[in-house]
């Protein structure tokens, strides 16, 4: 009647004790209960049952029909018999294990970038790869993809095996190589460049641009007097007020309280004349919190005042105490761009189809004109990290010698930043136009530009 190890419950027909209805009828909706005594813990004497000598506890029946006792005993080892679940017959059992060889993946990916002489990222380059069997035996068929600003290139689903890779373009020589798909991701491919019928333009770094509402911080700052925070610093430091930036200039103290912050140099007595865009705040004391830091574009920093320039002092001599001169910035006008923006696949299809020509189709090459050549600034950022690069930009030269800027590219470049600096010179640069048959013809002119530091060791 009970089962061996604790409390358990079988329902089922035709065995243990039945439950009976009012009048001794068997009752209806009732199942057959079999209940055992709970065995005793090993650790612990069995305890006397709240339901006297029997052990057994009055059943209750739920919302299922199903009897259950109002009281549980922790159930101990043994005290059920094993259960097992039946699996649903729609849910089959899947096979564990390795896949099996034919449904594992049989393509790969190839990436990788090409590069020019000195290392130079080469953008807009054709590759090319074409495999030597087909996926799963069929046709072959060659996928072409273009080197993106960085020089990269990535091409996926190739068929695994072995496979040509084949770069060109016009500047360079082409190159093919051979490679296995899936072959790894830092495929480095490199191209010779053609020699250029316009010579390289060098620039040094000595060539700088001071423009825009800031141009006086950038030119004192070239000339090192006083402290200077970049725009640059301030975007690194995100800091949420101006004194927050200000906190690593040497010899400043600051004091923030509840009428807003004040700032005094060390062994001053007096609060420091602030300036704003080039113009002074005479007016009182101004605080340098009602900027924002993510709006100013750069901030100077003068303790004493034999330091201060003199284009920073104040009328009745307000500099006693020191300057601090903030810059505002201000969005640059948008320019009107060109009406189509030809890329190099463009450009490569205009000279396939000879609407477009280059030095070697041409009885007299474009020539730079002398008097407007391309000159452009050396990158500031570029130029304060002592760093030196090459670049390569390339445009059409129309039949008035003037550049269309809709074909201006960048093809190489070290940084780029010294791709870009080369891009926004072109547009001032005039040419002699290119002749063929004794008429003037359009013609895709490469650029190569040298940045030179003027002192590479200090």
Not at 170 to 186: F, K, N, Q, S
Not at 275 to 286: K, M, N, R, V
């Amino acid at each position: 009647m009970g089962v061996a190890g604790g409390v358990g419950a079988a329902v089922g027909h035709g065995a243990g004790r039945r439950r009976t209805g009012p009048g001794g009828t068997p009752g209806r909706g009732r199942c057959t209960i079999t209940l055992a005594r709970p065995a005793p813990h090993p650790r612990r004497p069995a305890a006397r049952s709240p339901h006297g000598r029997t052990g057994r506890a009055p059943l209750h029946h739920g919302a299922t029909g199903v009897a259950s006792a109002p009281w549980r005993s922790r159930p101990h080892a043994g005290a059920f018999p094993e259960t097992v679940h039946a699996r649903h017959p729609s849910r089959p059992r899947l096979p564990r294990g390795p896949a099996p060889p034919g449904a594992q993946d049989t393509t790969g990916t190839v990436a990788g970038t090409v590069r020019g002489p000195g290392g130079t990222l080469v953008v807009g380059a054709e590759v090319v790869l074409t495999p030597q069997r087909g996926p799963g035996g069929g046709a072959v068929v060659a996928r072409r993809v273009f080197t993106d600003d960085e020089g990269r290139f990535r091409v996926t689903g190739m068929p695994n095996g072995k496979a040509t890779v084949a770069v060109r373009r016009i500047g360079y020589r082409p190159a093919t190589r051979d490679l296995d798909v899936p072959a790894t991701e830092g495929l480095a491919l490199a191209l010779d460049a053609v020699p250029q019928a316009l010579s390289t333009v060098v620039v040094k770094d000595r060539r700088v641009r001071y423009t825009g509402w800031a141009a006086p911080f950038y030119q004192r700052r070239d000339r090192g007097m006083g402290r200077y925070v970049g725009k640059e610093e301030i975007d690194r430091r995100n800091a949420m007020r101006t004194t927050d930036v200000l906190r690593v200039v040497p010899g400043m103290a600051i004091q923030t309280g509840m009428g807003g912050s004040r700032i005094r140099f060390r062994g001053s007595r007096c609060d420091p004349l602030v300036w704003i865009d080039g113009t002074p705040a005479l007016s009182g004391y101004f605080d340098v919190d009602n900027l924002q830091p993510n709006s100013l574009e750069g901030i100077e920093v003068y303790s004493g005042v034999a330091t201060v320039p003199v284009e920073l002092r104040g009328p009745r001599g307000e500099e006693a105490c020191g300057v601090i001169a903030l810059w505002t910035r201000v969005p640059e006008p948008r320019r009107k761009g060109p009406k189509k923006v030809y890329t190099a696949e463009d450009l490569a299809a205009l000279v396939a189809s000879a609407t477009v020509f280059t030095a070697d189709q041409v009885d007299q090459a474009a020539a730079a004109d002398s008097t407007n050549p391309i000159a452009p600034y050396y990158p500031d950022a570029l130029r304060r990290a002592r760093t030196a690069g090459d670049a390569v930009v390339e445009f059409v030269v129309d039949t008035a010698g003037v550049p269309e800027l809709g074909t201006v590219g960048i093809v190489a470049a070290s940084h780029p930043a010294f791709g870009v600096a080369a891009r926004d010179a072109v547009s001032s640069a005039r040419f002699s136009p290119a002749v063929k048959d004794g008429k003037p013809v359009r013609q895709l002119v490469q650029v190569p530009l040298k940045f030179e530091l003027t002192n590479p060791g200090s």
